[in-house]
């Protein structure tokens, strides 16, 4: 079995020799345990975090042992209860071919009732991220305009298309390329989208906004997070889910210059994890599953073929390549 290691820790953008993929032999399952086949691995923009040293929500990788993240696979042998050889579970033993690990660890997952490689997606990690964010941190109501910003990935989507369910007044969207901006609107019905690579942020924004915004759902910071705050309506909400544009900074990137808006505005600009709020997840499948099979709620997955490229789609979720989930499937 094959499995990715961290050999060294990135300084700024990761280098393909700061990895390594190593031969493993497959453990067969201890009491309690069960080994799974795993079929499709997940690589999000978080694991750049893990990759550094530095002690934040989720433990560092560790140096050359293998590295962990969302994956669903099909059980080949168990000896937990309440699963059986043939099931598929969602787990958190990714970056590798096979794994061995207690199956309290294990969440069943129906192949029947949506496509595997969703349980990582749209109705996964990202999706739960969405809605939470949106509903909760940012206290969403109908009417709001929205601005989201990567709002052609795997968050931003969702997101986007949640706030034009739920009765958004206006959504706009940035992205990186012009084809994701005209998906943003053609496909996925925003309102307004931009390329951020086009112009400056916060005039492609107030065009984009006229009347400003209620919400800005935050999945990159820097001028982002400014052109945000410039555009920000009395009572505005701003959820900071992510800051993708600083996490290969060397340097502490500087804060938005425009942060005494806040006070005119009286708004309020707050973060938060996903691990949070699992508790929505039972309303979130309520809620979102229905959309998502009806096609109300869209969704597009970058699929890259074969353990030893997780690293390639990896960096290739930093570069912008994926539109909607990057997904590995083996
Ligand atoms: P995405 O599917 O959105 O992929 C990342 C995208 O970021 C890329 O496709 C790229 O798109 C964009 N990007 C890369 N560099 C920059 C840059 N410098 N400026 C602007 N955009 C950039 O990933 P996810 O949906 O999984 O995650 C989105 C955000 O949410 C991330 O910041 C992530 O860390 C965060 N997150 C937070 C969670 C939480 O609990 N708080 C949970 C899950 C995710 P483009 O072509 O548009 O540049």
Redesign the pocket.
């Known amino acids: 079995s094959r499995e990715w290691h961290l050999l060294s820790r990135p300084v700024g953008w990761p280098k393909p020799e700061d990895f390594a993929l190593v031969e493993a032999e497959i453990r067969q399952p201890g009491p309690g345990q069960v080994l799974v086949r795993n079929k499709y691995l997940s690589v ?3 694991m750049r975090g893990r990759m550094s040293a530095a002690k934040s929500y989720v433990a560092p990788f560790e140096l050359n042992k293998v590295m962990q993240g969302g994956a669903v696979g099909e059980v080949v042998a168990s000896n937990a209860e309440g699963i059986a050889p043939g099931d598929h579970v969602l787990h958190f033993g990714g970056w590798r071919e096979y794994a061995t690990f207690d199956g309290k660890q294990a969440v069943k997952v129906d192949p029947e009732a949506a496509p595997l490689s969703t349980y990582l997606g749209v109705l996964g ?2 999706g739960l ?1 969405a809605y939470a964010g949106l509903l909760r941190t940012a206290s969403f109501k109908e009417g709001d305009s929205v601005f989201v ?2 709002a ?5 989507s969702q997101v986007g298309q949640i706030a034009k369910l739920k009765g958004a007044s206006r959504v706009i969207g940035s ?3 012009d084809e ?1 901006v005209k998906l943003l609107v053609e496909e996925y019905g925003f309102d307004a989208a931009f390329n ?1 690579k086009n112009g400056s942020v916060g005039e492609q924004l107030r065009e984009a906004a006229p009347d400003g915004v209620d919400v800005y759902f935050d ?2 910071g820097g001028d ?1 997070l400014e052109a945000a705050i410039g555009s920000l309506n009395r009572d505005g909400r701003i959820a900071v ?5 600083v996490y290969n900074n060397t340097e502490p990137a500087p804060g938005p210059k425009n942060l005494a808006r806040l006070i005119q505005t009286r708004g309020r600009i707050e973060g ?4 949070d709020h699992y508790d929505l997840q039972p309303q979130f499948f309520q809620e979102v599953g229905p959309w998502v099979r009806s096609g109300e709620l869209k969704y597009r997955e970058t699929v890259v073929e074969g353990v030893e490229n997780t690293l390639e789609a990896f960096f290739g ?4 390549d ?1 539109t ?3 997904i590995v499937k083996l």
């Open positions: 999000d923009p978080y990690m990202t991220t910003s990567g052609a990935g795997a968050v931003g992205a990186g390329s994701k951020y999945n990159v982002h889910c992510g800051m993708i544009s938060f994890l996903v691990g979720v930093l570069r912008g994926n909607g989930k990057m």
